[in-house]
Structures are given as C-alpha cells and as structure tokens.
C-alpha cells in the first residue's frame, strides 16, 4: 500500500484551521502561504526530498 501526500493541501489545511482558530493571523498566515507556493513553483518538491 502506498500512500501519497501532497504538500500543498497540508498547508492550505493548517493554514484554514489557523485562521478559524486565530483571525487576527490572516495576513500573516496569507503571506508566509503565498512565499511557500511561489518557492515550490521556482524551484519544485525535488529541493524539499530529505532522504
């Protein structure tokens, strides 16, 4: 069995969750999101692989 995660609806979960939890985070939560997906689309998952 293999299961397969993608990083991006991780982020866009716990960011939500963060949100509701939080309000007063948005734009923080907004910007630190919008730099995340913008460094995966520069350079791809390929510089995130650890192993």
């Not at 939560?29 to 192993?51: D, K």
Request: charged share 0%; glycine share 8%.
């Amino acid at each position: 069995m293999n299961i397969h995660l993608s990083l991006t609806p991780i982020i866009s979960l716990l960011a939500g969750i963060l949100i509701l939890v939080m309000p007063k985070l948005l734009n923080f939560i907004v910007a630190i999101y919008l730099i995340v997906i913008g460094l995966i689309g520069l350079f791809g998952t390929a510089a995130l692989h650890l192993s």
